[in-house]
């Protein structure tokens, strides 16, 4: 069945990615794909780690994932996600440090591309905010339909000139346009929405589906709070932002 669940932006959320991983299984969905940032912020680095690579069939790499294992600076990061960063990287085996640096920055499938951020220069992680940074990541999207995140907001973008920016739950496949699609984030939503998001490629019906679902936002929080990582990470996830 070609249907595929699109993650990302999971955050080491634990209780947020189950509740995705439980919705795609309620919907029949058996593929995953992620467009990165599995770690940083939450207190579950490893378990989401270990879900995301044994279920993804393509995963791409994050600011967060690449920073966890020193592929970007901690300094490009502000203070509570550098403190994140730190507590992750000494949580991560060997073995979780060698996978998450040999993640690649674009995937380039037969049915999708994923990059984190942006095409135009995948490890600058330049965010995709409006039609004009779109533009320039359309300018090396070489695909017809790609998959982002790094923004943590849901939302199309359609080639063209100009490039136009949509944020309806349904977006048929097949339009005379490329697609830049952001599902949006599982771990730590920035929409004003708390409930974890993601997005289903459907392409025997040809149509991208946004969702939403809720999950234990109370035990991820309070995980964090345990851990000694800075409340705010922890304060912010029941505000959806
Ligand atoms: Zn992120």
Redesign the pocket.
């Known amino acids: 069945m070609a249907k595929i669940g699109i993650i990302g ?1 999971i ?1 080491g959320n634990l209780e947020a990615l189950e509740g995705v991983l439980a919705a795609l299984e309620a919907d029949g969905v058996q593929r995953i794909a992620c467009v990165g ?1 599995v770690v ?1 912020y939450g207190a579950n680095p490893s378990e989401c780690l270990a879900v995301v690579r044994e279920r993804a069939e393509a995963c791409v790499a ?3 994932d690449y920073g966890a294992v020193g592929k970007k600076p901690l300094d490009y990061f502000n203070a509570a996600a550098r403190e994140a960063l730190g507590w992750t990287a000494k949580r991560l085996s060997e073995d979780e440090r060698l996978w998450l640096s040999g993640l690649p920055l674009v995937h380039t499938g037969d049915e999708y591309q994923l990059v984190h951020a942006s095409f135009y220069d995948p490890l600058e992680f330049a965010y995709v905010f409006n039609t004009e940074e779109a533009a320039s990541s359309f300018s090396r999207q070489t695909g017809p339909l790609a998959f982002f ?2 923004t ?1 907001w849901p939302c199309t973008f359609f080639d063209g000139d100009p490039v136009r920016h949509a944020l309806q739950r349904v977006v048929p496949l097949d339009p005379p346009a490329r697609l830049f699609v952001n599902a949006g ?1 599982v771990g ?1 939503p920035r929409d004003s929405d708390p409930r974890a998001a993601f997005a289903i490629l459907d392409l025997d019906r040809r149509r991208i589906t946004f969702r939403r679902v809720d999950y234990d936002i109370g035990a991820a929080a309070g995980k964090i709070l345990d851990a000694g990582l800075p409340a705010s990470l922890a304060e912010r996830l029941s505000l959806g932002y």
């Open positions: 932006d955050h940032d940083g994050g600011n967060h995140g790094h943590h984030s730590q």
